[in-house]
């Protein structure tokens, strides 16, 4: 299957700091990306998405940046929290999701670590 | 929102023996499911799709015959580990989308394999 990366990278921020993960997708077919938060022994948890026709989109205290040129994602959380201590995980997929059989694959993950 | 549930959250089995997971949708109907598998500290690896009424697509390097798909009805497919192996061990994650709600899609919470 695929799969992409062994090891979780970790980012501390102290609580009330903005922290910004980042994010390389490798297929440059994708059109579809989206932002997960999974807290410890728990199914993912949707963030934001973002199509590729934009290059960024904002939630509440969330901010999705994408850079098409360089395959790269960022997500942005405003004020970080302690309950926002989880691993974040990107993901892409495919195409234009017309039908439901597009795949949604997953990029290696940050674990993020708030500090009261 | 749309919810998915697993059944068992947790299961413990002995080597050689086989373990079904449940993966429902419980508010809507899903043609198509995703299964993951997850080891610890990395990211989730698709596994295969699960087609309602049709037979499973699995991904590069995934053994079908090991891992059995069954997509019986609109909000039911299950993950059959045949012959179980200390290797198996995993957490295991299944996803759906709701064809009414847009690209989104929902993960179950997991079930949390451990081979003996």
């Known amino acids: 299957g695929e799969s992409v990366g062994l090891h979780l990278p970790t980012l501390s921020v102290q609580e009330g700091d903005n922290s910004i993960i980042n994010c390389a997708y490798s297929n440059s077919a994708s059109d579809y990306f989206i932002w997960y938060k999974q807290e410890s022994g728990k199914g993912p948890q949707f963030i934001i998405d973002?199509?590729?026709?934009?290059d960024k989109r904002q939630g509440q205290r969330v901010t999705v940046l994408l850079n098409k040129t360089v395959k790269h994602l960022s997500l942005q959380i405003a004020a970080t929290q302690p309950g926002d201590s989880a691993v974040y995980f990107c993901?892409?997929?495919?195409?234009?999701?017309?039908?439901?059989?597009?795949?949604?694959?997953f990029g290696p993950g940050t674990s993020l670590s708030v500090i009261p | 929102g749309a919810v998915v549930s697993q059944h068992p959250s947790r299961v413990i089995c002995k080597s050689g023996t086989s373990v079904k997971i449940e993966c429902r949708s419980l508010?809507?109907?899903?043609?198509?499911m995703f299964w993951y598998r997850q080891f610890p500290k990395q990211s989730l690896m698709l596994m295969a799709t699960?087609?309602?009424?049709?037979?499973?697509?699995?991904e590069q390097g995934v053994e079908k015959d090991k891992f059995l798909i069954n997509h019986a009805s609109l909000t039911l497919s299950t993950l059959t580990v045949t012959s179980a192996h200390p290797e198996d061990s995993s957490f295991y994650i299944c996803s759906a989308r709701d064809p009414g709600k847009g690209y989104e899609q929902y993960f179950g919470p997991g079930t949390r394999l451990t081979v003996t």
């Open positions: 508010d809507f109907q899903a043609t198509t």
């Open positions: 973002i199509r590729s026709n934009m």
């Open positions: 993901a892409e997929s495919g195409t234009e999701l017309k039908t439901s059989y597009d795949k949604v694959i």
């Open positions: 699960s087609n309602e009424g049709s037979k499973a697509t699995y």
